[in-house]
């Protein structure tokens, strides 16, 4: 049986940028599935992504919120019709000094949420620029899985695809429209640094720590907002961008498995890092 749980948004000592990348979905889910034919089906990259296609097809249908996770200049110079924007760094902790720290009220993403009209009956669709940013969807995707959302997709090939083939786009801001969310936690997708921690120290562990940031970083390389370079004793490197095409959208099964498969994953415990590590969990109070 393999496990997998996916290390999420930053410690205050730890890093400023996020590089949470969609990486760290597409090895989980490849992971988490237990039905392996599902995974041979590509049922399991269907639930995650959506197409350009697919999306444009929904466009205007009221059960469906479309996030643009891009900065909000970005937006505002052109977005997909409709789309509501979010910058991930409003629903980190406000007291840390480092905006990675998700908020430890719940009940405060509820509302911020909730203002974004994301409620729980809602179908999200999640983008950003694959090249452009540095993983904000895969941050918005994180979040909302955590908090139960059941519904959520990132947009395959992100906002590059939708220009590449010319589709719709509007202008200025967008007002969204309140709905309500509540947040039904799932810990499963969040590991602990001090998890992480006691299976570095264990040994006879059979354990796969994936950093998916740049090769660069990874060997030590410093940059804004780290403060040491280096990595997790024993983890190894899959960066984020070796999985994706040149549209921005995801490889196929075969070719992101030939990335993974020679790191041995059967019989393995999984957890993904790309910025740092939570020290506690958020709190429904």
Known sequence: MITVRAVRPVEKVEIEKLNLQFLSFLVSEFLLTKDRERYKRG???????????DLGAKLGQPDLVVVDARPSMSHLLAHIPGAVNVNWRE??????????LLDPSIQRLEQKLGALGIGNDKQVVVYSDPFEGFGEDARIFWMLTYLGHSQVQILNGGWMKWRLENRSIERGPVRPRPATFQ????????????????KVDASGISTVIVDARSPREYQGEMGPGIPRGGHIPGSVNLPWNSFYNADGTVKDRPHASAHIIPIKVSDAHWS?????FQKKRPSVS
């Not at 499963?188 to 921690?197: G, H, I, P, S, W």
């Not at 993904?272 to 740092?276: A, D, E, I, P, V």
């Open 43 to 53: 049922d399991t990259m269907d639930k995650i992504l959506i197409t350009t296609n």
């Open 91 to 100: 629903f980190s902790d406000p007291t840390s000094t480092i905006k990675g």
């Open 183 to 198: 947040a039904h936690l799932n810990p499963d997708v969040m590991v602990l640094k001090d998890d992480v921690k006691k």
């Open 272 to 276: 993904q890092q790309c910025g740092g």
